[in-house]
């Protein structure tokens, strides 16, 4: 019983790390030659505190925590929409939430921050 409740915890976590259909990986090289695109919208979900640190120009910061309330407003959806966040996951997390709200065109930074320098 406890082997098989152990498979499960796992690939729940497996499966929570996993983009979900629609969600493009990208690594930091492609999101290099997309920073000038006027068709792409760029966001930075970590906390203000983190985005005011280091930051990468033309992202906005939408802390993830204000991010549902905040999308309608400040997130066009007509754009690609690029996240990115410290480590990747917060910023897939972020587009999982823009994919419910009716987002299509998504794009999570793999390995956010950690991977551009």
């Not at 930075?44 to 990468?56: G, K, L, M, S």
């Not at 400040?74 to 897939?92: D, P, T």
């Amino acid at each position: 019983m406890g082997a098989i409740a152990f498979t499960l915890f796992v690939v729940f976590i497996i499966w929570r790390m996993l983009p979900p259909r629609g969600i493009r990986q990208i690594k930091v090289d492609e999101l290099k030659t997309m920073l000038q695109d006027k068709n792409k919208q760029f966001v930075d979900v970590r906390t203000p505190a983190e985005y005011q640190r280091n930051h990468i120009p033309g992202f906005q910061n939408i802390p993830l925590h204000m991010l549902e309330s905040q999308a309608n407003q400040r997130i066009l959806k007509e754009k690609e929409i690029i996240l990115i966040c410290q480590s990747g996951m917060r910023s897939l997390q972020a587009c999982r939430i823009l994919k419910k709200k009716g987002y299509m065109k998504l794009a999570n930074v793999r390995g956010g921050m950690n991977a551009w320098f």
